[in-house]
């Protein structure tokens, strides 16, 4: 499987469906279909469903980021380490959660959401705002459209399971949080503490894993990469001329960095944030030379140039 698959490709191709052909392939390799009981008619219904739920005008948080995300997580999980290491059910709460990790993403971020009082951040308590909004909607399309339900086939005991591990993976994507889990990881690795037979453990592992999948795109040959920033360079510039409106928003530091150079917002965000979790994630999976960090580092050189 090619790291630097190039989504937009796909997209451009399946006429803008690129979750679902890149859906149908993943669950195909496998096996999903046949292991969970799920004919093909509700995998296309779901599949179609969740990318319908994408606001494909956005410039970044639509239907091919969603994609790109579901690519890498199955780029992670088809790893020699990781297939050995994850049970059929963690492979496909992995491939979920990648599908419908910001489904209905209406393009602006919890701080704006919170900061206005927005319905959602009513609903949900100022708490990780649009990532429970995201979980919440994909368990409320699947408990109401039984025709789109993949999950209705599995034991309670699996729906117990999967779901635990849906949710977790979706509020991880919480860039919020992002410090958390990977000081906790790297508190595990370095003590060796790290426990594969612990669940929460487990969850950890996934939990990153969804994480560095959703903050790839620096680590994607530079072509790609670029295509990405761009793109959230766009959905950022929207988002700054709505808080205008609102006088007496404070832009926060990433987003300010990214109204006056994109080149900026890169190198601080590959550094703060993308270098430090897929060095963790190399080091777990035992690779020497990670396709990931090489691009990173041509990527950073390229920004800072
Ligand atoms: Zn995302």
């Not at 451009?12 to 009981?37: A, E, M, R, S, V």
């Not at 979920?96 to 949900?124: C, F, M, R, T, W």
């Not at 790290?194 to 939990?207: P, Q, T």
């Not at 620096?218 to 929207?238: A, C, D, G, Y």
Request: aromatic share 12%; charged share 20%.
């Amino acid at each position: 499987m090619d790291f630097n698959f190039d989504i937009f490709k796909l997209s451009n191709i399946t006429n803008c469906q690129p979750i679902f052909y890149l859906g149908k392939h993943i669950f195909d390799q496998h096996n999903f279909n046949k292991h969970f009981n799920i004919k093909l008619s509700t995998l296309e219904s779901f599949l179609t469903t969740m990318e319908n739920q994408y606001h494909m005008a956005l410039p970044y948080h639509n239907n091919i980021h969603a994609a790109d995300v579901l690519h890498a997580m199955n780029y992670f999980i088809s790893h020699p380490v990781l297939d050995n290491l994850l049970t059929i059910e963690e492979k496909f709460a992995c491939i979920i959660s990648a599908i419908i990790h910001d489904i209905d993403h209406p393009g602006i971020n919890n701080s704006y959401e919170i900061k206005h009082s927005e319905p959602l951040s009513v609903i949900y308590n100022n708490k990780s705002v649009l990532e429970n909004h995201h979980c919440a909607l994909a368990f409320k399309i699947l408990h109401e459209y039984i025709n789109c339900n993949i999950l209705k086939n599995v034991t309670k005991s699996q729906y117990t399971y999967i779901r635990s591990l849906i949710i977790a993976m979706v509020l991880a994507t919480d860039m919020a949080c992002h410090k958390q889990f990977v000081d906790e990881f790297t508190e595990k690795l370095k003590n060796q503490t790290f426990n594969i037979e612990d669940s929460k453990d487990r969850k950890l592992l996934l939990c990153i894993l969804i994480k560095c999948a959703d903050i790839s795109n620096p680590t994607k040959i530079n072509k790609i990469s670029v295509q990405w920033s761009n793109r959230l360079f766009k959905e950022n510039l929207i988002l700054s001329v709505n808080e205008k409106k609102h006088q007496n928003y404070n832009l926060s530091p990433l987003l300010k960095n990214n109204c006056t150079s994109k080149s900026e917002n890169q190198t601080s965000f590959i550094k703060i944030f993308v270098k430090p979790i897929y060095q963790l994630l190399g080091s777990f999976l035992e690779i020497d030379d990670f396709i990931a960090i090489r691009q990173l580092e041509e990527n950073y050189n390229f920004w800072e140039e």
